[in-house]
């Protein structure tokens, strides 16, 4: 029971093992197709926005300082001239003929007084207008381009940031399974240690076989010897029927697979079955725990056969002073056994075969694939065992029969 234990843990590692190496192979080809072209063209792209800006800022400042170096407007040197040259040109008229003029030139100076006035104030305030438009514009300017900043940065950064998400979890999940196969490996490790004292014991058991010549003087008659096999023989027979009870197990999971066969072709026709995922998750559990229990009383059956026949033929051996086995006698023992093993094999070759076809390639789930694959496991432990009994035989009972 340890070693068939321990090769299912080793079993669940090998899993685990090739999950993690999947998921790792998974995140390269993720990675591998990232376009580094397009981060390059999105950094030259805000390179070329933020050199706007700093444009736009300068010419925003040039602006400021152009406004405030002509809070004060005044008039042009050329136009003061022609001022002071109509000036003294009207003087000149008063001068000559102060009657006449004195009435048109008042309503000249007040004109020209009116003009400069004009000069004066209009023209600055004209043109600070047309700096406040300017400046207007180029704050409209600075935020459109702000805004295209921020739009296509947020629009490109967000897959790329869900995507390095589904990255992390990723490694994460990876982490946590290399840290549960690091575990296992420890457990693998501590029964390791645990079964070497065991294996020195087989190894002791090994060189039994040449203390048997010195039993073969306590040897009896060979009537115990018949009477121990008629006895052994009965043990046979009714382990038998323990075997006949576990073949009507399995095809009562045959039929819980065929049953649970038709309920999920029913969820992929959408005729609407009841059946939830739920309902098919406990059935497969069910299912597993059912070979699960089949497996350790298959194993405990064989381990109980091996202990009786190592025991009946020790205690065959101490009891026995005199006499020989005739070869008639192995063969009678080996016909035996090699039916027993036979029968044995032969009727858990067919409930799992009867499992292969009442499944049928249809199934897919995952669960139904992994309990295949341990049902046939077990046949291959339950081989390995017959393989083992059959060398046991041919190791020691030659060695009785001298």
Excluded at 130 to 136: H, R, Y
Excluded at 281 to 290: L, P, R
Excluded at 327 to 342: P, Y
Excluded at 350 to 372: F, N, R, Y
């Amino acid at each position: 029971m340890t070693k068939e234990t321990d090769d299912l843990r080793l079993l669940s590692i090998d899993k685990r093992l090739v999950d993690a190496e999947l998921t790792l192979n998974e995140i390269s080809s993720k990675l591998k197709s990232f376009d580094a072209t397009v981060f390059s063209e999105i950094k030259q792209r805000q390179d070329d926005l933020e050199d706007l800006v700093l444009v736009d800022n300068a010419g925003v400042i040039e602006l400021k300082k152009m406004l405030e170096g002509t809070s004060q407007q005044q008039a042009p040197d050329e136009l003061k001239a022609k001022v002071e040259q109509l000036g003294s040109e009207i003087e000149t008229l008063k001068q000559s003929k102060p009657e006449a003029i004195a009435a048109p030139s008042e309503d000249l100076k007040k004109y020209v007084d009116d003009k400069l006035s004009a000069i004066n104030v209009q023209q600055p305030v004209t043109g600070n207008e047309d700096v406040k438009n300017e400046l207007m514009l180029t704050k409209s300017r600075i935020s459109a381009l702000e805004k295209s900043i921020t739009e296509p940065k947020e629009q490109l950064t967000k897959p790329v940031l869900d995507e390095l998400q589904s990255i992390h979890e990723e490694l994460l999940t990876v982490k946590s399974k290399v840290a549960s196969t690091e575990k296992f490996a420890q457990e693998i490790n501590t029964r390791v240690d645990d079964i070497e004292p065991s294996l020195s014991h087989v190894e002791t058991m090994t060189s039994f076989g040449t203390t048997l010549k010195d039993a073969e003087s306590k040897m009896k008659t060979m009537a115990d010897m018949m009477s121990r096999m008629d006895a052994l023989k009965s043990e046979i027979q009714e382990k038998t029927s323990r075997v006949s009870s576990l073949y009507q197990l399995i095809q009562s999971n045959s039929k819980n697979i065929v049953a649970l066969q038709n309920e999920v072709k029913n969820l992929h026709a959408g005729t609407g079955s009841a059946v939830s995922t739920q309902q098919l998750k406990d059935a497969v559990t069910q299912m597993n725990q059912q070979m699960n229990d089949m497996s350790r009383r298959l194993e405990g059956n064989r381990l109980f056969l091996m202990d009786m026949f190592k025991d009946d033929i020790n205690k065959a051996i101490t009891q026995l002073d005199q006499g020989r086995i005739y070869a008639n006698i192995n063969k009678m023992i080996e016909t035996k056994l090699a039916r027993f093993g036979a029968a044995y094999d032969d009727k858990i070759k067919q409930a799992v075969k009867t499992m292969e076809d009442d499944i049928g390639p249809s199934i897919m789930d995952e669960q139904m694939i992994e309990l295949v694959n341990r049902t046939l496991y077990l046949e291959t432990r339950l081989s390995t065992l017959e393989k083992t009994i059959k060398d046991f035989r041919q190791t020691t009972m030659p060695i009785i029969i001298e």
